[in-house]
């Protein structure tokens, strides 16, 4: 297989955009990641679009080739991914796969979403399983992941709360961030109960957004003047679905974790930066544990020590992860990469890390039979 790079990337800033589209959110984030790599629509051989939602919000389809459309990019392959929340990591793997299969030399990824719905309404994704249909919508079934790890671990409300106030802090340095404003652990555990122990400042919010990426070969790079980031490791998997399992952690996210280390050959101590999909408090810190940043059972002494703030051994989510910076489901995983390579770039702002060179971005997504439908690691590595 061939090195495959990251050229561009861009984003839009993340929250509720009502005079926006669906396709004007695509079209800035195309823009700003064509522009960052100084490449020209008429250079991109084949494009590939995550959205999970447009079918039943907008009602609309296509989205991939609305989209590239309106940037100037057409006659080319076009192919849309949906798979929940990693419908657009797995648009960006399905890029990366064509590059370093050679298919193609440069391709553009791109995830975007709209959420449009009345105040209040609960988004209710995977309406087709009984378990949803009976009510076990996401933020129930989190709050007895949180229940479980709390009772097997001895894991905190204190603990979990510590996550949001970690996560908002980060968010009020990146201006793309939704919710930019600072929170007291205090306020997070006296916040309306949504699903006890989980709190409304514990749970990620439906956002409006976009983001977008260049890939290209490494033959490619020699004619950029850009910062190229190569995709050291892109890896996805799927879920069991064995309902007896212990729901405390997520063999499909550490199956994926395990594989990408491989791929890259390194290992979770190597990492200098990592996202996570943190769409509630308890998720993040589950993560750290399936990802191999600490053993079983001590994600909330990884946050009780700080070692996941900006200023920590392991920043997690520095760009304020979904808890802050929003939940755009299609544009999520591709906006945990615009982070990465802005990172590893030295291009992230006030929450710039120092120096670092190897980043971690995952994200998982859909829910099926207690496990997870997709989860996706990507690895990046500033050569």
């Known amino acids: 297989m061939r090195e495959v790079y990251i050229i561009g990337a861009g984003m839009t800033q993340f929250g509720k955009h009502p005079a926006k589209s669906l396709r004007s959110l695509g079209l800035e984030a195309c823009l700003n990641a064509l ?48 798979n929940a929340c990693a419908s657009g990591s797995t648009a960006l793997r399905e890029g990366w796969m064509a590059v370093a299969g050679g298919f193609h030399d440069m391709v553009i990824i791109a995830g975007v979403e709209k959420t449009v719905m009345p105040k209040g309404t609960m988004l209710n994704v995977g309406g087709g399983e009984l378990e949803t249909q009976l009510g076990d919508v996401f933020p129930g079934y989190f709050s007895l992941i949180a229940q479980k790890h709390m009772e097997k671990y001895g894991t905190t409300r204190e603990q979990l709360a510590k996550v949001s106030v970690k996560n908002h802090f980060n968010g009020t340095l990146n201006p793309y961030a939704q919710f930019q404003k600072l929170l007291t652990i205090e306020e997070v555990l006296n916040s309306p109960m949504i699903a006890d122990p989980l709190t409304l400042y514990s749970c990620c919010p439906n956002s409006d957004g976009a983001a977008a990426l260049i890939l290209c070969s490494r033959e490619k790079t020699r004619n950029i003047n850009g910062r190229p980031v190569r995709i050291a490791a892109s890896v996805l998997t799927t879920g069991t679905y064995d309902n007896q399992r212990d729901i405390t952690g997520w063999e499909v996210e550490q199956r994926a974790a395990q594989t ?112 997870t439908r997709a989860c996706t690691v990507h690895i990046l590595i500033k050569d």
């Not at 939602?53 to 849309?80: D, K, M, R, Y």
């Not at 390194?266 to 399936?290: K, N, Q, R």
């Not at 770039?345 to 994200?363: D, F, M, W, Y």
């Open 35 to 82: 522009r960052d790599a100084s490449v020209k629509p008429k250079e991109i051989q084949a494009g590939y679009c995550g959205n999970a939602l447009a079918p039943a919000l907008q009602g609309e389809t296509g989205v991939g080739q609305n989209v590239f459309w309106e940037v100037g990019i057409s006659g080319i392959p076009i192919v849309n991914m949906e």
């Open 260 to 371: 990408a280390y491989q791929m890259a050959s390194l290992g979770p101590e190597d990492m200098d930066v990592v996202e996570v999909h943190d769409a509630f408090t308890i998720s993040e810190i589950v993560h750290y544990e399936g990802l191999g940043l600490c053993p079983p059972g001590e994600g909330g002494r990884l946050i009780d020590e700080g070692a996941t703030e900006l200023s920590g051994r392991i920043p997690v989510n520095p760009s304020g992860g979904l808890l802050s910076k929003g939940h755009p489901v299609g544009a999520s995983g591709v906006a945990q990469v615009v982070e990465i390579v802005w990172q590893l770039r030295g291009e992230a702002g006030k929450r710039q890390l120092t120096n670092p060179r190897i980043g971690l971005a995952q994200i998982m997504g859909g829910n099926k039979e207690g496990d």
